[in-house]
């Protein structure tokens, strides 16, 4: 008898996704193959991205602390203490970039990471933590964890780079950062394998900028072999929200030829052209080749760039019309439009049906459709996936549930929100009205003859400068500390403050026990950077349907301390537990038939 197993007052009325398993050594290692995940709560197809973590202790692991805000050209002198000289420096071995500094760091010239092995820790900054712009960042090397840091181009440079690209690589989770401002998309991520995105917010993408194909507005490129991009949030972006790269290599011996992309539980608000999330195709020639995309459970929610179309698709599916054989593949299902104001479109706002069924009037020339099918509705039977493709084991929540959370909890929310995302955050939750910048709607590279607005999008961060402000006004907004913040004192620079070394057992004058894994699997220095995190970010899961009984459940805190153990031997569909102290738990369950699986819960 299949049966949904619960756990009552953990999750409250939410249950586990999978059954979980015991795992002696440590909980929370991977549900697959016992790897270590990037740190609690990674997770998607880069959620074992190492960073600078060493793998190895002969080789051991460096600290880099960012003390300047300056940047430097690369023709230069290079500058100790930036952030330039902090991710090109020395050798490869695995480096944690810490901040003494908080602040905007203006770029000169385009910063290329030619290290592998990194972890940017933008939780340690002081003030409202870090801000990079003028130019972008560009990762094309492997194994990186990227947290907590803002990317804000702006148009001052003229180039036409994204905020950030990451290309021709692989391990790489990026996780609660902001993207606005950038002439081209917000993001470029793709001939790359094992990639996550995770709670992070694409937003204000320059329309009508100074790029030299006219206008852009784009939010997102991604793809890659393996690549999940979850929980976060597209506002105020035209286009490409995002563009889903698909198997694009054509050669023979190409790369991104066995794709499966996971865009799950994101949140997509005022995006502007009907066909805003497209691709997917599948281009390469390497036998066996496919692209697989899985959209699920993802949140629209229409604005007043919206209203101007009168087509709304969950996806505009391409293919490669050169090829015979050019058909992605797509899972799509548990997506939903928000019934709001906005109600300019085919269905009246009436958006029932095709919440029910996503694929609804998708082989019909009916345009109440969600899902386009550009290589003909004949074809629908090639392109449709009727259950997910390979899948990374993410945990996912129904639409409205991802909803709530991701505009509460997506975005560089540590040190502290700045401004700007608190701006798009409160117009993505319904409590501010997105504003009219005086962006119109383009046709490429001229304007729209009906001069039709696109509330809320911005041609330049110009445009966001307030009637009243001053001439000493920047769209950047200020994070730099207050007066009186202090840095913690660490003596050793092993990246650990002396006060968390002593009260945790570590000696604050040995510079070698911060890179020390512990028994959790992680280093000192990540168990400190980890704890300074807290509980943003928190992933509930859905119900898991199973046959068998649930044979041991433990519970542990991150700090690796057991908090609870039993072996119920459930034949019911709910465990009662004692209440659990408010904090971040890793849930072990193991079954009568041997399987195992982690997850996290998070008791508020």
């Keep these: 008898m299949m049966k949904n197993i619960t756990l009552k007052q953990v999750l409250r009325q939410h249950a586990l996704l999978g059954c979980i398993a015991l795992l002696p050594l440590s909980p929370v290692y991977s549900q697959a193959d016992n790897q270590q995940i990037a740190f609690p709560g990674a997770e998607g197809w880069g959620r074992f991205a190492t960073g600078g973590r060493t793998t190895d202790p002969a080789i051991g692991s460096k600290v880099y602390y960012v003390t300047s805000l300056d940047d430097y050209l690369s023709s230069e002198e290079p500058i100790e203490g930036t952030l330039r000289w902090a991710l090109t420096t020395g050798d490869d071995t695995p480096r944690t970039i810490l901040f003494k500094v908080g602040g905007t760091i203006n770029l000169k010239e385009r910063l290329k990471c030619p290290r592998p092995n990194v972890t940017i820790a933008g939780q340690s900054a002081p003030g409202g933590g870090i801000c990079i712009s003028g130019a972008n960042i560009y990762i094309h090397s492997k194994n990186f964890i990227v947290r907590y840091i803002r990317f804000r181009a702006g148009d001052l440079s003229g180039s036409n780079y994204s905020a950030l690209g990451i290309e021709n690589t692989e391990n790489i989770i990026i996780d609660h950062c902001s993207f606005s401002w950038s002439m081209e998309e917000n993001v470029t991520m793709y001939d790359n394998k094992y990639t996550t995105m995770q709670w992070c917010i694409l937003s204000e993408p320059l329309y009508v900028s100074k790029h030299d194909k006219g206008a852009r507005g784009y939010g997102a490129q991604w793809g890659g072999e393996h690549s999940t991009f979850h929980h976060n949030l597209f506002a105020h972006c035209v286009g490409r929200t995002p563009l889903v790269n698909g198997a694009r290599d054509k050669s023979a011996s190409g790369h991104d030829a066995f794709v499966d992309t996971e865009i799950i539980n994101n949140v997509h608000f005022n995006w502007g052209n009907k066909g805003a999330l497209y691709g997917g195709q599948l281009h390469s020639i390497v036998e066996g080749a496919y692209s697989r995309t899985n959209l699920i459970n993802n949140y629209y929610k229409p604005g007043p760039a919206t209203n101007t179309f009168q087509d709304r698709w969950f996806a505009d599916c391409s293919h490669d019309a050169s090829s015979a054989t050019g058909l992605g593949e797509w899972y799509i299902d548990g997506n939903m439009f928000e019934t709001n104001e906005y109600k300019n479109d085919k269905n009246k706002g009436d958006h029932s049906k095709v919440n029910a069924n996503n694929w609804i009037y998708a082989d019909e020339n009916n345009s109440k459709k969600a899902v386009n099918l550009r290589a003909g509705i004949d074809k629908i039977n090639e392109i449709k996936l009727t259950a997910p493709s390979a899948n990374s084991e993410l945990t996912i929540e129904t639409a409205e549930e991802a909803y709530l959370k991701v505009i509460k909890q997506a975005g560089a929310q540590l040190p502290k929100l700045d401004e700007v995302d608190t701006r798009i955050l409160a117009e993505a939750a ?121 044979a041991v459940l433990n519970i542990t805190g991150m700090s690796g301390i057991q908090v609870y153990s039993s ?17 971040i738990y890793i849930v072990t369950y193991i079954l009568t038939d ?8 998070v008791i508020t």
């Design 430 to 550: 319904g409590e501010l009205k997105p504003v009219d910048r005086g962006a119109i709607k383009w046709n490429k590279t001229e304007p729209d003859p009906g001069n039709i607005k696109f509330v809320g999008m911005i041609n330049s961060q110009e445009d966001l400068k307030p009637a009243d402000a001053g001439d000493n006004w920047t769209p950047w907004p200020d994070l730099t500390p207050k007066a009186g913040e202090t840095v913690p004192t660490d003596t050793d620079g092993d990246g650990i403050p002396d006060n968390w070394e002593e009260a945790n057992g570590l000696d604050k004058n040995d510079p070698a026990d911060g890179g020390i894994l512990t028994a959790n699997g992680y280093s000192n220095l990540e168990n400190y950077l980890n704890g300074l995190v807290g509980d943003t970010g928190t992933s509930i899961v859905r119900p898991f349907v199973t046959d068998r009984e649930v």
């Design 567 to 583: 072996y119920p031997q459930v034949k019911k569909s709910e465990i009662s537990l004692p209440a659990l102290q408010p904090g």
């Design 594 to 601: 041997g399987s195992r699986q982690n997850e996290k819960i």
